[in-house]
T-cell receptor
Framework: KNEVEQSPQNLTAQEGEFITINCSYSVGISALHWLQQHPGGGIVSLFMLSSGKKKHGRLIATINIQEKHSSLHITASHPRDSAVYICAALFQGAQKLVFGQGTRLTINP | DGGITQSPKYLFRKEGQNVTLSCEQNLNHDAMYWYRQDPGQGLRLIYYSQIVNDFQKGDIAEGYSVSREKKESFPLTVTSAQKNPTAFYLC????????????FGPGTRLTVL
């Protein structure tokens, strides 16, 4: 069965801390997406990756294909990073994304 | 500016009424999707369409209907048969290719009273 699990479900940290959000999936994938959902509900795509590592500003996404695991890291976290972070997998042979349940991140000043 | 628009942002309806949620995109994307989001749950696929005049059921299609008469538009009707319609509804679109990177609209929050 195609499944995606995220951890933790909720994460609270102080401004400046290094943040890690984890995503595990059940079987082989074509691509893994990281999305950010703002408090108003809008969703933006942060990364799409199928191997290795990608970096954009303070955000870093990594994926380990053998371990079926991806991580999203935020360096020097800031209160404006507070949002729900969602990973989604496109499993091999599938046409639809399967979404994790999201990680609610709160960064306190 | 290219993007996806959903209207309205908030919608209230009485129980037993059908309601149609609008989704329009000017990204020239072939594929469009409707998702439902409930508190504490991941996005769940309702319907998707990869070409005009064709669409497929997602994981939770019961009580919903869609049409795809134009490439730019993919309206979703929440019918009275949907047992628990109060939710946040998100529309997305993508180019059809291997990686399926999707672009999302701002969402419509539907409350059925």
């Amino acid at each position: 069965k195609n499944e995606v699990e995220q951890s933790p479900q909720n994460l609270t940290a102080q401004e400046g801390e290094f943040i890690t959000i984890n995503c595990s999936y059940s079987v082989g994938i074509s691509a893994l997406h990281w999305l950010q959902q703002h408090p108003g509900g809008g969703i933006v795509s942060l990364f799409m990756l199928s191997s290795g590592k990608k970096k954009h500003g303070r955000l870093i996404a990594t994926i380990n294909i053998q371990e079926k695991h991806s991580s999203l890291h935020i360096t020097a976290s800031h209160p404006r990073d507070s949002a729900v972070y969602i990973c989604a997998a496109l499993f091999q042979g599938a046409q639809k994304l399967v979404f994790g349940q999201g990680t609610r991140l709160t960064i306190n000043p | 500016d290219g993007g996806i628009t959903q209207s309205p942002k908030y919608l209230f309806r009485k129980e037993g009424q059908n309601v149609t949620l609008s989704c329009e995109q000017n990204l020239n994307h072939d594929a469009m999707y409707w998702y439902r989001q409930d508190p504490g749950q991941g996005l769940r696929l309702i319907y998707y369409s990869q070409i005009v005049n064709d669409f497929q059921k997602g994981d939770i299609a019961e009580g919903y209907s869609v049409s795809r008469e134009k490439k730019e538009s993919f309206p979703l009707t929440v019918t009275s048969a949907q047992k628990n319609p109060t939710a946040f509804y998100l529309c997305a679109s993508s180019i059809i290719r291997d990686y399926n990177e999707q672009f999302f609209g701002p969402g419509t929050r539907l409350t059925v009273l």
